[in-house]
C-alpha cells in the first residue's frame, strides 16, 4: 500500500462501521491518512475511532444513512470542518439481500438496495465533488463487486445495483477525466465480512478484509480505473459468461444460495 499516497490526506469511508470499512479504515490511517468515518451505528464507529486515535491516527465520525442526500451532505460538511476538505471519497457503505418473489418484498428489498449501494454512491460522491471541481483534484472511489458481471437467481437487486455503480462510474470518469479527478471502481469477489457470514456452499477466491484492504488501497493509490479481484473469481466469472444460456442459467440458478457479494 502507498503510505506516501494517503499521508496527510483527508480519505472519507462510508460503512466504516463493519467489514471491508473498517478495515481501509484501520490502514488508511496507519498509512496516515486522516479518515473521516460514516455510517448508522455511530457508537461502533466512536469505538473505531478511539483506536485509530489510540494508535497515533486522526479520525472524525459523522453518523449518516447513505440513502439519504440530505444526512450524506450534512456528514460530510461536518467530517471537513474538523479534517479538512476531501482527497478521497470511498464510497464504500452496502447492503445484499435476497431479491424475493412476492410482489411488496420485491419491490421493498430491491428498492432499499438501489437506494444503498447505488444511490449511496451518488450521493457521496456529489458531496463532494464540487470541492473537487473547484481545486482540481480529488479521487472518487465506488466499492461496487464482481456481481455487477453476472446476476444470479433470486440475487437480481443486488446484481443490479452493482452493475449500476459500475455503469455511473464509468460514465462520471469520463466526465470528469479532464478535471483533475480520479474515478476509481473496485469489485471485490468473496470477501469474509457479516454480509457473507450467511453464504453456505463454497466461495472460490475468498479473502480477508484486512488482505482485501491492501489490495483495494493500492489501486486507490496507483490510480486505478477499475479493479476487479480476485484473479481466480475474474476468470471463473468470465468463463460461465462465455458458456451458452442454457448451461449458464442451471449454473447461476443454483449459485443463487451464494451469490459473489
Ligand atoms: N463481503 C463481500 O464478499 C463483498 C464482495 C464484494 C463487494 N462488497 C461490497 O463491499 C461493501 C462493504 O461490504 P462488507 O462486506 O464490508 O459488508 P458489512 O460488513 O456488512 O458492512 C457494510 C457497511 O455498510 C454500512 N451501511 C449499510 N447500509 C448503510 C446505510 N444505509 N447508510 C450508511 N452505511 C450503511 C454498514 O454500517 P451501518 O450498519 O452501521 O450503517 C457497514 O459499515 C459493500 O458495498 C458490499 O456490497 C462486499
Known sequence: MGSIAFAGKTVIVTGASSGIGRAMALDLAKAG????????RTQIL?????????????AHIAGADVADWNEVQAAVAQIESALGQTDVMIANAGVGVPSPLEAQAHVREIGVMIRINTLGVVHSFASVLPGMLERKKGQLVA????A????????????ASKAAVNSYSQSLREQV??????????????ITTPMTAGNHGPMPGVMSPEKASKKMLA???????????PFITVVLIKFLN?????????????????KVD
Not at 477525466?177 to 468473496?190: D, S
Not at 493509490?221 to 476487479?228: D, L, P, T
Open 177 to 190: 477525466r479532464n478535471k483533475g479527478i480520479k474515478v476509481t471502481t473496485l469489485c471485490p469477489g468473496f
Open 46 to 58: 466512536e469505538e473505531l475511532a478511539v483506536e485509530i486515535r489510540a494508535k497515533g491516527g486522526h
Open 148 to 159: 455487477a458481471y453476472i446476476s444470479f437467481g433470486g440475487e437480481g437487486g443486488y446484481c
Open 219 to 229: 489501486a486507490i493509490a496507483g490510480g486505478r480505473e477499475v479493479y476487479n479481484f
Open 143 to 146: 466499492i461496487s463487486s464482481l
Open 33 to 40: 491518512a486522516k479518515v473521516g468515518l460514516i455510517a448508522r
Open 242 to 258: 462465455l458458456l451458452p444460456g442454457w448451461v449458464l442459467r442451471r449454473i447461476v440458478t443454483d449459485l443463487g444460495d451464494n
